[in-house]
């Protein structure tokens, strides 16, 4: 070994002697502490497991009770039960209005609703569900318990927007359900028009439905459907009320083809949307000759639909009018100049409504609106909810030969 070599191993050896010397004298960090025992307050109920004079109890102790008996704090609570369903009597506070006349002998209903857009099932929203047809059915369930003379129109909207496959198969079910309900009058929609004319008079036949259009022509001006339609309503006290309903629906633009921007054409030329004003100025003196009430069905926005009832002026003789385009609910009912009362309907099925009238001596004389929503403790109808779930079937089945 060099001396160089023998002077770094000495250096070394010193080195580790002051350390171990440190080391000796430094206190240990890492020794575990001592455990005081920590008093532990026992529980009110649990009397019989507590040990006279005993006040306190170790850790240990405190690990091994929790683990052999779990206290309900360790327990998942159970599911909340389901909210019980309504009974008659809470269906009929939610569906009649309070200010309803009492004079029952001389009065109707009438139920309005549209902006279906081919749905039949409640919304899928995570709070404050709304919606699903086999429960709006409890409607009309209540209104023949009851035996309210009734009738029931739908403002149209009933075929969403640029359809699919799937929206023009639920819109089938759909008008298989209200058929079932026993619809009087639905209005035709511009966003119906897309299923094509042959869809939609198979809707109408293969159902036995009524449909009504004011402004929606064929080719050589003439209705593709009834401009109106006359429903008479016997009332409790024998008198019988003729009710006329008129529909209309606004004007869409084109978004393609040779008249895009146009709103009067369809895209292949086989139907024309006129004025919805002009329709109704040319068809209402006929209509009011034959009708001891009026109901206009309006697709369209509540705005654009009131601005169309003021461009009639105050002699048109309308009573009511629902507007049948509606993204957010619209509970009140309003009058118009004129003496026009107007309402709205629902969205997706997540609303309805009805109008108690009271007719004497063929005039209306009152007038009560309740505005309805679809909750979900109100009970089904159980051959609404076969066609509903129908739908969801038809929905899921394979396409023949894919």
């Known amino acids: 070994m060099t001396r160089f070599s023998t002077r770094i191993a000495a250096l070394c050896c010193a080195a580790l002697a002051i350390s171990s010397a440190s080391q000796a004298q430094r206190p240990v960090k890492n020794k575990a502490p001592k455990i005081t025992p920590v008093p532990v307050v026992q529980p009110a109920a649990s009397t019989d497991a507590a040990v006279a004079g005993s006040t306190t109890t170790t850790f240990a102790q405190v690990m091994q009770t929790s683990q052999s008996a779990p206290t309900p704090a360790n327990i998942m609570p159970s599911p909340a039960a389901p909210p019980a369903p309504l009974t008659e009597a809470q269906l009929d506070d939610l569906f009649f209005p309070k200010q309803a006349s009492p004079d029952t002998q001389h009065s109707f209903a009438l139920t309005f609703n549209g902006f279906r857009r081919s749905t039949l099932d409640p919304c899928g929203c995570v709070s ?22 009734s009738i029931r129109v739908d403002a149209g909207g009933f075929v969403r927007e640029s359809p699919s496959n799937v929206a023009l198969t639920r819109s089938r079910y759909l008008m298989q359900g209200l058929a079932a309900l026993k619809m009087d009058v639905i209005n035709v929609a511009s966003t119906d028009m897309q299923g094509g004319i042959p869809y939609l008079k198979e809707l109408q036949t293969s159902n036995s439905l009524t449909f009504v259009s004011a402004n929606i022509v064929d080719q050589t001006s003439e209705p593709l459907f009834a401009a109106y339609q006359i429903v008479p309503v016997q009332l409790a006290s024998g008198d019988t009320v003729r009710v006329g309903v008129i529909g209309v629906t606004a004007q869409r633009p084109l978004l393609k083809g040779p008249a895009a921007g146009k709103p009067a054409s369809s895209l292949d030329g086989t139907y024309t949307i006129t004025d919805p004003a002009e329709a109704l100025k040319k068809h209402l003196p006929e209509l009011r000759k034959k009708a001891d009430i009026v109901v206009a069905l309006i697709y369209d926005n509540r705005e654009n639909a009131k601005v169309l009832l003021s461009s009639l002026g105050a002699d048109s003789g309308i009573n009511f009018a629902v507007n049948g385009e509606n993204m957010a609910p619209n509970a009140a009912m309003e009058t118009l100049p004129g003496d026009v009362r107007l309402v709205s309907g629902g969205f997706e099925g997540r609303q309805s409504g009805q109008i108690i009238a009271t007719v004497k001596d063929k005039k209306l004389v009152a007038a009560a609106n309740q505005y309805i929503e679809i909750v979900q403790t109100i009970p089904v109808v159980p051959p609404i909810t076969k066609i509903v779930e129908a739908a969801k079937q038809a929905v899921l089945a394979p396409i023949p030969g894919q």
């Open 128 to 149: 404050h569900q709304l919606g699903g047809l086999d429960k709006e059915a409890q409607l009309y369930e209540r209104l023949d318990a009851k035996k309210i003379p």
